[in-house]
């Protein structure tokens, strides 16, 4: 909370850890105008979002992001005219509406937004107790892509959570499609002993790991369409290291010479090579 200092995005990647007792003074710093904010990427501020992890335990509150987003549309805050912020997991759904309407309507709210999925079945999220169905999902991303046709989404996707039949994971598997997934993170289930899922019948092994490959399978292939779609397109990069660097939309992108760390660049993508762009 030094008006002096200002906030890099490696400094914002630490929020992520924050728990309940630093809610209320990182939303105090949000509201004081002479608090500047630069941050840039997927990952910067990725905790200011509603969930914030500390051990297996969340944390939810959404005043965080309503205040964030106030912050955004003040005009007389201090926040550079370069800065941007960006929203990681997205889990309360009392942040939605605010979000969304923030996606339409503030440019510094970059285009990627990764959701905690976990399955595309209802029985299984019933499970699981997570508070979204199947087409809660898939209707949020159509219609945030409506709104911002450069919207890139990531998403946790878990293989193999007690009951999963090939059907129901075939839900999960379609979702990559449905939502038009690019960044996929797959989660092989692995009971944690006193869980109500560990007491549930459980998948066999083989077919955890099974059911993983396939969702890595679809999630690499939505990557290398990506990644193809970008190739001679321009873009604004922030540097991340002498090599590499992210775009907007979070990809990475490797730099054929050395560059400055921390800055934003402007570049005409020249390749790829299947993980990365090339500049």
Do not use: N
């Amino acid at each position: 909370h030094d008006p002096s200092k200002t906030v890099r995005e490696t400094a914002g990647t630490a929020l992520i850890s924050i728990g309940q007792p630093s809610v209320d003074p990182l939303i105090a710093c949000l509201k004081d105008k002479d608090f500047v904010v630069r941050c840039h990427a997927a990952r910067a501020l990725g905790g200011m979002t509603t969930d914030y992890q500390i051990g297996r335990t969340w944390v939810r509150d959404a005043k965080v992001v309503d205040v964030l987003i106030a912050a955004l549309k003040d005009p007389d805050r201090a926040v550079r005219e370069d800065a941007t912020i960006a929203l990681g997991q997205i889990g309360d759904p009392r942040a939605i509406d605010a979000l969304i309407e923030a996606i339409a309507t503030e440019p510094r709210l970059m285009p990627h937004l990764h959701l905690s999925l976990q399955a595309g079945d209802d029985l299984i999220l019933k499970r699981m107790k997570r508070r979204h169905l199947r087409d809660d999902a898939i209707r949020f991303c159509h219609e945030v892509r409506a709104l911002r046709p450069d919207m890139i989404f990531g998403a946790d996707i878990i293989a193999g959570f007690p009951t999963e039949t090939e059907a129901m994971f075939q839900r999960s598997l379609d979702l990559v499609a449905d939502c038009d997934l690019t960044f996929l993170h797959v989660f092989p289930f692995s009971p944690r002993k006193g869980t109500p899922a560990a007491r549930m019948p459980q998948v066999r092994g083989p077919e955890i790991k099974e059911r993983a490959a396939r969702l890595r399978s679809a999630g690499e292939a939505a990557l290398a369409r990506h990644l193809m779609s970008q190739v001679g397109q321009q873009h604004r990069i922030l540097t991340e290291g002498p090599r590499l660097g992210r775009t907007e939309q979070f990809t990475e992108v490797a730099f054929d010479k050395d560059q400055p760390e921390g800055v934003l660049l402007d570049r005409q993508i020249a390749g790829q090579d299947g993980a990365r762009l090339l500049a």
